[in-house]
């Protein structure tokens, strides 16, 4: 089953607006991580937060994680037309497991 | 600064050809590297990763393989296509001894199977 679950599937905003996503999981994590991947394209590290961390910020994102709640959630703030994409969360859960487990996605548009 | 490379783009298969798709890491030495297969509108399924020169793991059994000959090539091959093979195939790459770290993906490869 999927470890990590994106929330909503799909976003469709103004530029300017603030968006949030959402990110549940279900076991105990070591980091949880968010990535971008524009139409057709690789996917581009955005930001990792651990599992003893609660708030980390880069630029205009901001990630929360509660792991009490095992969620986490991506605030863009003030969206641009280029922050049209795709967004994951990764979680790594295991000592010495490789494995990261990617979500399914949540799409975000953003109408100029 | 580090690049990766993958190749070709896009290859349309016919069913029961052979694949090659290969992956190449620049900038760095002795990178853990991965193979993920992402279908339309799904998540990464993670399909091998490597911590070294012939070091290959595999997470999913299936019709696919992969080799690593040299320290930043890595290369995923099949003997005969399937339909269900069809998808976007990315490579990635990180660095140390904590796996889960960040990783850094290649631009992808279209594959259709028809």
Known sequence: SQQ???DPQALSIQEGENATMNCSYKTSINNLQWYRQ???RGLVHLILIRSNE???HSGRLRV???TSKKSSSLLITASRAADTASYFCATGVGAGSY?????KGTKLSVIP | SQTIHQWPATLVQPVGSPLSLECTVEGTSNPNLYWY??????GLQLLFY????GQISSEVPQNLSASRPQDRQFILSSKKLLLSDSGFYLCAWNLGQVPQ???YFGPGTRLLVL
């Open chain 2, 50 to 53: 490597s911590v070294g020169i």
């Open chain 1, 99 to 103: 494995q990261l487990t990617f979500g």
């Open chain 1, 54 to 56: 609660r708030e980390k």
């Open chain 1, 38 to 40: 524009n139409s057709g």
């Open chain 2, 37 to 42: 297969r992402q279908a339309a509108g799904r």
């Open chain 2, 101 to 103: 770290e960040t990783q």
């Open chain 1, 4 to 6: 990590g679950e994106e």
């Open chain 1, 64 to 66: 929360t994680l509660d």
